[in-house]
Nanobody, 119 residues
């Protein structure tokens, strides 16, 4: 089992910045990858960014590419999402994900942190 606790959400103005953090209850090096997803009101949860454990490769949704940066601190078992040039459409609940495989795919999720961007 892995517990994930997100923090850092809040209210920001369009064009502003926020940094989200996600602390894991076990070493993040035991994951295959970690990532961030978000869910806007009335919409399905969508993927935002991923960082692989082996090699530290990063991947971003087109909607956040160039504005968001995913990173991690292995010693602190913490995942980050630096968000800049925020837009109102970035509003939503942001969830941290810890993925392990194989066998199959096992996903762990945090409780989420609310991000609200005002225009």
């Amino acid at each position: 089992q892995v517990q994930l606790v997100e923090s850092g959400g809040g209210l920001a103005q369009a064009g502003g910045s926020l940094r989200l953090s996600c602390v894991a209850s076990r070493s993040i090096l035991s994951s295959n990858s970690m990532g961030w997803h978000r869910q806007a009101p009335g919409k399905q949860r969508e993927w935002v960014a991923t960082i692989t454990t082996s090699g530290g490769s990063t991947y971003y949704a087109d909607s956040v590419k160039g504005r968001f940066t995913i990173s991690r601190d292995n010693a602190k078992n913490t995942l980050y999402l630096q968000m800049t040039s925020l837009k109102p459409e970035d509003t939503g609940v942001y969830y941290c994900n810890f993925r392990r495989l194989p066998p199959g795919v096992t996903d762990y999720w945090g409780q989420g942190t609310q991000v609200t961007v005002s225009s």
